[in-house]
C-alpha cells in the first residue's frame, strides 16, 4: 500500500498489538556499540540502570544475549546459553532484575535470520545443529545457503546457514526460544536483527507467539543516490520500509533508516531536505509515525564500524529533530555516555521537554522553515523548534525558551 498522508491508516487496518505502540510515549536507548563484548557489559550496564531510568528511557536495547561464535553476538549457536561475552547468565539475570525495579524495559536483539551450525552435514557444510539445544538437521538451512530447506524468503546473509523460516518446526522452535526469553529470562521487548533476510509474515508470527510488549525490526536497504549524492525523493526507499511494517501485519515498529540517510545530510547546510513534497517530514515518520523509530546512530553505522555515522558536529542538531518530532525515538549510547557530560545532559533536557509537552508518536507536525540553513518545525503546538545557524522564533508571548544550545532551540507553550 501507498500512504500519502501523516498517519493514514484504513480504519480497518488498524492493528496495535501492544501497549507501547498504543501510548507512544516511548524514548529507546540502544545500551551498546561494536565493541561493548571487551567490558564486562551486563556489570557496566548494571551501574547505569538508574540513571537510565532517570533520564527518561522507556526501553533499552541490550545486544544479543545469546552464545555466539562472533563475540558481537551476531553468528549464534546455542541459542538457550546465556552465558556471552557480555557476562554470565547470573549477570545477565541481575541486570534484567534490575530493569525491571526502574521500570526500564529489557530488549533483546533476536538473532534469527542465520545460525552457525555445529556439525558438518549435506555438502560437507556446517548445517547441523547437533549437541546443543535445537538440535536442527540440514533441513532447517535454505537451499540458498547449503542446506536441505526451501530457497529463502528474503535476502541472504552470505558466509553462514540462513535459517529456513518456511519449515513448520522450525517456526515452533523459535516462537518457544522467544517465549522462554519474554517470560523466563525477562527480556520484555524484541529488535529483529537483519530483517530484510526472511518474510515479514513470519515476525508477525513470532510476535503473536511470544508476545512482547514493543517490538522493531531493522529493515536496512541502500537509500536513493545519484553517484555519491543522495537524492531528494527518498519515497521509494520509505514505501519498502512501509511494506515491511504492513507484512508484519502492522504490529512491528521498525528503524527509519529513510530519516537518518536525509537528516545526516540534510544538516550539513541542506536542511531544504526535511520536507517532501507533500510538506511532511521525508522519512517514515512522515507517513507512519506510530511505527518509525528514529536513530542517529547505532552499533553498524556508528561506533567502530562507522558505516554510516552521522555527522559527529551535527549530533545534537539531529537528536534535537528526532526527539522533538512524532516517530518514537531512539538515543545511541556513544552519544549519550562516551560523547562527555555536555551531550548526555542536552539529550537528557531534550527527552524531558518531550515527555512534560506530552509530545507522542502521532503528534501532530507543521513544517515552517525548511531553507538551506534553517529548519523550524511546530509539534503538537506544544512544541516549537528550530535547528541549523539562521536566525528564527516562534512568535506569540505563550511561548519560552525550553532548551537550547549550539545550532538548535527548543520553545515550549
Known sequence: MDYTSNEFRPNNQQNDSGEAIRNGKEVLLQAFNWESHKHDWWRNLDTKVPDIAKSGFTSAWLPPPTHSFSPEGYLPQNLYSLDSSYGSERMLKALLNKMKIHKVRAMADIVINHRVGTTKGHGGMYNRYDGIPIAWDERAVTACTGGKGNKSTGDNFNGVPNIDHTQLFVRKDIIDWLGWLRN???????????????????????????????????????????????????????????????????????????????????????????????????????????????????????????????????????????????????????????????????????????????????????????????????IGDKISMKIGDGSWCPSGKEWTLATSGHRYAVWKK
Open 184 to 378: 523466563t529470562v525477562g527480556f520484555q521487548d524484541f529488535r529483529f536483527d537483519f530483517a530484510r533476510g526472511y518474510s515479514p509474515k513470519y515476525v508477525k508470527e513470532y510476535i503473536e507467539g511470544a508476545k512482547p510488549i514493543f517490538s522493531v525490526g531493522e529493515y536496512w536497504d541502500s537509500c536513493n543516490y545519484k553517484g555519491s549524492y543522495l537524492e531528494y525523493n527518498q519515497d521509494s526507499h520509505r514505501q519498502r520500509i512501509i511494506n515491511w511494517i504492513d507484512g508484519t501485519g502492522q504490529i512491528a515498529t521498525a528503524f527509519d533508516f529513510t530519516t537518518k540517510g536525509i537528516l545526516q545530510e540534510a544538516v550539513k547546510g541542506e536542511l531544504w531536505r526535511l520536507r517532501d513534497l507533500q510538506g511532511m517530514p521525508p522519512g517514515v515518520m512522515g507517513l507512519w509515525p506510530s511505527r518509525a523509530v528514529t536513530f542517529l546512530d547505532n552499533h553498524d553505522t556508528g561506533s567502530t564500524q562507522a558505516h554510516w555515522p552521522f555527522p559527529k558536529d551535527h549530533v545534537m542538531e539531529g537528536y534535537t529533530y528526532i526527539l522533538t518530532h512524532p516517530g518514537i525515538p531512539s538515543v545511541f549510547y556513544d552519544h549519550f555516555y562516551e560523547w562527555g557530560g555536555s551531550i548526555h545532559d542536552q539529550i537528557t533536557k531534550l527527552i524531558e521537554v518531550r515527555k512534560v509537552q506530552g509530545v507522542h508518536s502521532r503528534s501532530s507536525i507543521k513544517i515552517l522553515e525548511a531553507q538551506p540553513n534553517l529548519y523550524a518545525a511546530n
